[in-house]
């Protein structure tokens, strides 16, 4: 008799390896490709994806389902290992933009849903922020220019705007955990 597959097991009943199995057939394309839209770079991309299974599935217990979804919870961990190997590579995240990472993965209409309900999140507490926090913000995300490129703009010390961008991003970082995104 062969096991049912990975997809059709509910998590409480999956063997160790099958929960891998199935967290990684479900939840695997949609991480890789926000993933690589962030890194620009399919290797790092599945590299991040094997972490994120990884940590889920040696922290499956600490699931909660009255506290979201599954896949929440997954882009949850992806967030905090993609912020992890950010710091560690020193790489820069790609520009934010309103076109979806050109990969292989097509969004189903739940992960567009979710995409689109994030972006809308995102853009009403940025939104919300201070102008001058708002106006760094903006040109370092949306604009892709450097820290000097915006002290030259906005004719502000280069310190200054990194001040500005770390308590910006503490206050997105706030509102967004207040709407339960984070």
């Known amino acids: 008799m062969t ?12 063997s160790p390896e099958l929960l891998a199995r199935r967290l990684y057939e479900k939840h695997g394309p ?14 790092t991309a599945e590299e991040v994806v094997q972490e994120v299974v990884l940590s889920a599935w040696r922290k499956y217990d600490q699931f ?4 979201g979804s599954e896949r929440s919870w997954m882009f949850g961990i992806a967030r905090n290992v993609a912020a992890t190997r ?16 050109d990969d292989t993965h097509t969004p ?18 940025v939104r919300g922020l201070r102008d001058d926090h708002r106006s760094v913000i903006t040109a370092a995300y949306w604009e892709g220019l450097s820290t ?35």
Request: zero cysteines.
């Open 64 to 67: 909660d389902p009255s506290r």
């Open 108 to 125: 189903s209409g739940e992960d567009h849903a979710e995409r689109v309900a994030e972006r809308s999140l995102v853009a009403d507490a």
């Open 30 to 43: 949609a991480i890789h490709g926000w993933v690589q839209g962030r890194f620009g770079d399919r290797r």
């Open 148 to 182: 000097k490129e915006i002290a030259g703009r906005l004719d502000i010390p280069d310190g200054t705007v990194k001040s500005r961008l770390h308590y910006a991003m503490r206050a997105l970082r706030s509102g967004l955990e207040e709407e339960g995104v984070l």
């Open 3 to 14: 096991p049912p597959p990975a997809s059709e097991l509910s998590a409480e009943s999956a």
């Open 86 to 101: 950010h710091r560690r590579d020193k790489r820069h995240l790609a520009v934010v933009t309103n076109q979806l990472p």
